[in-house]
């Protein structure tokens, strides 16, 4: 099945110090995990994808960065977006279609799918996310992370899904796609973790809250 991915969403949380805060403590930590069968990536806002680069290349850490999203436009006059061309300087992944962005920024169907296109035209990795619903664009993707949004923390209900219920959309996502990693995505925990992991063809999580302590972050991926 290769390696569990566990993908840091930071969301719209912090400023430098603090993500330099966060990856100095992984760094003095991360002798303490297995990682032969884990790919740790942090997906932090645009603004610290520089940075971040910067520290994992000095002292050579074994995390890749993802971007959050991605522009529906290749680079050019398009004030405010960031392109596939230049998330490609620091990313290998990219997460497109999150829930988030289609209740704030009401994301449509059309959007996701020229990101998806930008993104692959790139050779950057697609983590596409879903919320259960079928869509022609599960064959684009490379991975596909079923988040619910009743089980986002941040929706305000925060209720994790039953791992039945994720087994279900697994497998019926299976049906069509026999090789996409899935992932799942929702107040995932160190308290609930084991569960999820149980589950068959769960090739990892994208982990919000959880994500954002290093310690807890370090307790998840042990
Ligand atoms: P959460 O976020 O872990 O805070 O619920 C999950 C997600 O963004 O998919």
């Known amino acids: 099945m290769g390696k569990k991915l566990y993908i840091a969403n930071w969301k719209s949380h912090k400023k430098t110090e603090e993500a330099l805060d966060f990856l100095d403590e992984l760094k003095k930590k991360i002798h303490t995990v297995d990682l032969s069968d884990k790919e740790i990536i942090i997906a932090p806002p645009f603004t610290l994808l520089c940075v971040l680069k910067d520290f994992i290349d000095k002292h050579s850490l074994p995390i890749k960065l993802a971007g959050q999203d991605v522009s529906s436009f290749p680079e050019g006059a398009y004030t405010g977006e960031v392109a596939a061309q230049q998330l490609k300087e620091f990313c290998n992944y990219v997460i497109i279609g999150h829930s ?3 209740r704030y920024q009401h994301e449509t169907e059309s959007e996701i799918q020229n990101k998806v296109d930008e993104a692959k035209r790139e050779g950057l990795t697609v983590v596409l996310c879903v919320q259960g619903e079928k869509s022609h664009l599960y064959k684009e993707a490379d991975i596909i992370a079923f988040e619910p949004p009743s089980a986002i923390s941040t929706f305000g209900v925060g209720d994790p899904e039953d791992p039945k219920e994720i087994e279900e959309v697994f497998n019926s996502i299976r049906e069509d796609m026999s090789s996409t990693k899935l992932l799942y995505g929702g107040s995932v925990s ?18 919000g809250s959880a994500s954002l302590d290093p310690h807890s972050f370090i307790e998840l991926l042990k």
Do not use: M, T
């Open 100 to 102: 988030e962005r289609k």
């Open 190 to 207: 160190v308290d609930n973790i084991s569960q999820y992991k149980a589950i068959p063809h769960c090739s990892g999580f994208l982990i």
